[in-house]
């Protein structure tokens, strides 16, 4: 059974471009089985119920490339830098997921949150309990998201409720792999949180499991705050004499030689990479979430999106990075991106921005062949997006603009979840508002 959405078409493309189609059909079950024109498209399917959202754009799912689900309740939480925001606040939150029910609640939350926003597919970080992914991949199992998700490694530097062991560690994560990894859209991500609060032996042992493991995705933070890339040279080679990892002389080279630096090792934040550590990621074929407004809200400083989007074989995509970051909405993302690249002396434009917030976060994913654009074959996961529910300058500023482009920077600029009709996942699903 075949359902179809008419609309303005708009889609990042695997060639850099955007295409559109300004009265178009969307087709599709759990996959898109045809697009383009409605004059072309509908004929060929004459007994499709065809949902009217012809003043609405019709996007790709966005992509969620860095996001913490158990801190989604602790968001907008006050004033601290990254260390002292990870010890008041951080922290805490996350102890409360050793009660299995509390794991559920959240996960079914945030999930819901998900799919307000027009969010198809995420890399989350769970907490250092098991339970905490198993909430989370049934959450999104329900709902029909693609998920990437991965019990936090810790073994120091953290309260003791909240460490484990490495071979804690390889072991918990080497099951969750097993019970979830490749069940229907769900893939797990093995996830040390970062490499102060791993020790040498956990990442180690981490690398080891990535090698079993060759198609599972790594995800961790990598060169967030100035302080935290000083802490990581401090420790790593590490004050006692212990060269496990021998000379090492940058934080990704610290991930490097723990084998956790491949395709689909996903970094988050990478504010303060030499030119060398980008080349080398990108001859890894890594990515990068790129996370504007968390960047902005602790205060950590600003990422050059051009600089490193331009290196061969990088991938950068976004993360909203709840919950430092201010909003699960990728259009409050788009809007901090255009912020931060501003700063940085490189504007991005409103094309570049859909880009990175759908097929870029896709790519850095390594799920560009299933998500991440609008294309026959690809897994149907389709946001809708309504300028004039939006508030009133919004509305204002659509009604006044001269382009596609226009409008869509309006968007990115001045939407928030409100302007989001409809949210399909793989075809289910299918959420209107009222």
């Known amino acids: 059974m075949f359902s179809a959405i008419r609309g303005h078409v708009v889609t990042a493309t695997r060639e850099g471009t955007v295409a559109e189609f300004p009265d178009g ?77 509390h794991c559920q609640e959240v996960a079914e939350e945030f999930c819901a949150q998900l799919t307000a926003n027009g969010v198809t597919t995420a890399a989350v970080y769970a907490t250092v309990h098991p339970q905490s992914v198993d909430a989370l991949f049934t959450a999104a199992e329900n709902v029909g998201q693609r998920v990437l998700c991965g019990k ?48 040498p032996e956990q990442l180690q042992l981490l690398g080891r499991l990535a090698h079993e493991f060759p198609d599972v995705a790594i995800q961790t933070h990598l060169s967030e705050n100035v ?61 990068i979430a790129h996370c504007p407004t968390s960047n902005a809200f602790l205060g950590s400083g600003h990422f050059g999106y051009r600089r490193a989007a331009a290196v061969p074989g990088l991938e950068v995509g976004l ?71 939006g508030g009133a300058l919004l509305r204002s500023r659509v009604r006044h603009a001269d382009s596609l482009e226009e409008v869509l920077f309006a968007l990115w600029i001045l939407g928030d979840e409100r302007v989001v009709s409809r949210t399909v996942t793989a075809g289910r699903g299918a959420t209107r508002k009222a």
């Open 25 to 101: 059909l969307i087709v599709y079950d759990a996959t898109i089985r045809a697009l383009g024109d409605y004059s072309q498209i509908a004929p060929q399917f004459p007994d499709v119920d065809i949902a009217d959202c012809r003043s609405q754009l019709i996007l790709p799912g966005f992509v969620d490339c860095h996001v913490h689900y158990p801190q989604l309740r602790m968001t907008a939480s006050p004033g601290h830098e990254l260390l002292g925001w990870l010890e008041n606040y951080t922290f805490p939150a996350e102890m409360a997921f050793a009660d299995a029910e």
């Open 152 to 199: 936090v490694c810790m073994d120091r530097h953290a309260p003791e409720a909240l460490l484990d062991t490495a071979g804690q560690a390889y072991e918990q994560s080497g099951e969750l792999i097993e019970r979830w990894h490749g069940k229907g859209r769900l893939e797990y991500a093995i996830t040390p949180r970062f490499a102060p609060t791993s020790s």
């Open 227 to 287: 302080a935290e890339v000083e802490w990581v040279a401090e420790l790593f080679p590490l004050p006692d004499g212990d060269r496990n990892f021998g000379d090492v002389h940058d934080y990704t080279g610290v991930y490097e030689r723990a084998g956790l630096v491949r395709r689909r090792s996903i970094f988050g934040h990478g504010l303060y990479l030499s030119d060398s550590e980008l080349s080398r990621l990108g001859q890894a074929r890594a990515g």
């Open 319 to 389: 993360g909203s990075d709840i919950g430092a970051g201010t909003s699960l909405s990728p259009l409050q993302t788009m809007g901090g991106a255009y912020a931060a690249s501003r700063l940085s002396g490189a504007a991005m434009d409103a094309f570049e921005l859909l880009h990175a917030a759908t097929l870029g976060g896709a790519r850095a994913l390594g799920v560009a062949e299933q998500t991440g654009s609008l294309e026959v074959g690809k897994e149907a996961d389709i946001a809708v997006v309504d300028p004039q529910a």
